[in-house]
């Protein structure tokens, strides 16, 4: 019985968040609402720029995931998503916090390419400036190869479909940032990735696996999949 309540510490961005929601919905079982999770969302856009942040550019979103994640506490969820893998730099600052497991979508992605892509040595990615410096991927992804767009295709390609005047920030999840993503995946492919990584949530908005010759994999739809499907969060 789906009876453990799930949590999305969300609003980094409001799209992104919903469509976390839609993974879990379309990843349970279920043959009527009552089958479903209860999910508690707190879609705090307010939250300050993540990339911003990490290059000490702009104000430390910390203290508003913590103040969304104890809203999520204080509503007794088991279990919580962050749909921003940018902030995932701060998981453990805001976990710290809480008394709720809040899943790491970057553990569950390596544990998922192990199970499922065990001959692939080396991953293309996709993801905003911000994530890129963190060194997250290199981090939890230590056993592969990681590889990025070139400095101008990651400016003028990548950061352009998500920030840029038409881009995904302005809800624009088709046409330009298409096309844009489209080309710098066709560089990471040509410079011999394997697979490609959807490293920002609101890129899988936009770039789709059927886009793409090689598998695309988006860490929030391993992240939703697990939260579904894993009993240990259940309540007694």
Same mark, same amino acid.
């Not at 916090?97 to 996709?126: H, R």
């Not at 400016?155 to 995904?168: F, H, P, Q, T, W």
């Not at 844009?180 to 789709?208: F, H, Y």
């Given at each position: 019985?789906?009876?453990?309540?799930?949590?999305?510490?969300?609003?980094?961005?409001?799209?992104?968040?919903?469509?976390?929601?839609?993974?879990?919905?379309?990843?349970?079982?279920?043959? #009527?609402?009552? =089958? +479903?999770?209860? $999910? %508690?969302?707190? @879609?705090?856009?307010?939250?300050? &720029?993540?990339?911003?942040?990490?290059?000490?550019?702009?104000?430390?979103?910390?203290?508003?995931?913590?103040?969304?994640?104890?809203?999520?506490?204080?509503?007794?969820?088991?279990?919580?998503?962050?749909?921003?893998?940018?902030?995932?730099?701060?998981?453990?600052?805001?976990?710290?916090?809480?008394?709720?497991?809040?899943?790491?979508?970057?553990?569950?992605?390596?544990?998922?390419?192990?199970?499922?892509?065990?001959?692939?040595?080396?991953?293309?990615?996709?993801?905003?400036?911000?994530?890129?410096?963190?060194?997250?991927?290199? #981090?939890?992804? =230590? +056993?592969?190869? $990681? %590889?990025?767009? @070139?400095?101008?295709?990651?400016? &003028?390609?990548?950061?352009?479909?998500?920030?840029?005047?038409?881009?995904?920030?302005?809800?624009?999840?088709?046409?330009?940032?298409?096309?844009?993503?489209?080309?710098?995946?066709?560089?990471?492919?040509?410079?011999?990735?394997?697979?490609?990584?959807?490293?920002?949530?609101?890129?899988?908005?936009?770039?789709?696996?059927?886009?793409?010759?090689?598998?695309?994999?988006?860490?929030?739809?391993?992240?939703?999949?697990?939260?579904?499907?894993?009993?240990?969060?259940?309540?007694?």
């Amino acid at each position: 019985m789906n009876d453990k309540i799930i949590g999305i510490l969300g609003g980094m961005g409001p799209e992104a968040t919903a469509e976390c929601y839609m993974k879990i919905i379309r990843a349970t079982n279920a043959s #009527k609402d009552q =089958d +479903h999770f209860r $999910v %508690i969302i707190d @879609s705090n856009a307010k939250i300050p &720029d993540r990339t911003e942040a990490i290059s000490g550019r702009g104000e430390n979103p910390v203290p508003e995931m913590v103040h969304a994640a104890k809203n999520l506490e204080e509503l007794d969820v088991d279990v919580a998503l962050i749909p921003c893998m940018t902030a995932h730099y701060f998981i453990d600052e805001v976990q710290k916090e809480v008394s709720f497991p809040l899943l790491n979508a970057f553990l569950e992605l390596k544990k998922y390419i192990s199970d499922y892509y065990p001959g692939v040595s080396k991953i293309g990615v996709l993801a905003t400036t911000g994530t890129l410096e963190t060194g997250l991927f290199e #981090k939890y992804l =230590d +056993h592969l190869d $990681v %590889i990025y767009p @070139s400095p101008f295709s990651q400016n &003028d390609k990548v950061m352009r479909a998500i920030y840029g005047e038409n881009g995904i920030k302005s809800g624009n999840t088709d046409g330009e940032p298409l096309h844009l993503l489209k080309e710098a995946s066709q560089e990471l492919l040509d410079n011999g990735a394997d697979l490609i990584i959807s490293g920002c949530t609101e890129i899988g908005l936009v770039l789709k696996p059927y886009h793409l010759p090689t598998p695309l994999l988006d860490p929030m739809e391993v992240v939703a999949n697990v939260v579904v499907k894993e009993t240990v969060y259940q309540k007694s």
